[in-house]
Nanobody, 125 residues
Framework: QVQLVESGGGLVQAGGSLRLSCAAS????????IAWFRQAPGKEREFVAA????????YYADSAKGRFTISRDRAENTVYLQMNSLKPEDTAVYYC??????????????????WGQGTQVTVSS
């Protein structure tokens, strides 16, 4: 069992930055592929970025490449999403999710078994 808690969301102006955190507990967290997804009002939840257990394997959605960076601190059982050059279209509830206990490029929600409650990110123009 893995429990996930997101934090770090808020209101920021376009061009600004935020760092989201996903704090986890559970025996296998450090072995899981961890991802960030987001869901805007009226839209489906979409993949943003994923990271493997070692932290050296990462994968990004095209919308995140060059602006967002996913990382993990294994000692702190925490995964981060650094978001720079934010745009109004980045406004959404951001969720972290834990999936397979090995590195895999998984971009759909049904490939992840554990989810946090989400944190709101609002980017004003």
């Amino acid at each position: 069992q893995v429990q996930l808690v997101e934090s770090g969301g808020g209101l920021v102006q376009a061009g600004g930055s935020l760092r989201l955190s996903c704090a986890a507990s559970g025996r296998t967290f450090n072995r899981n592929t961890i991802a960030w997804f987001r869901q805007a009002p009226g839209k489906e939840r979409e993949f943003v970025a994923a990271i493997g257990w070692s932290g050296s394997s990462t994968y990004y959605a095209d919308s995140a490449k060059g602006r967002f960076t996913i990382s993990r601190d294994r000692a702190e059982n925490t995964v981060y999403l650094q978001m720079n050059s934010l745009k109004p279209e980045d406004t959404a509830v951001y969720y972290c999710a834990a999936g397979a206990t090995y590195w895999v490029v998984a971009t759909t929600t049904n490939e992840y078994q554990y989810w946090g409650q989400g944190t709101q990110v609002t980017v004003s123009s």
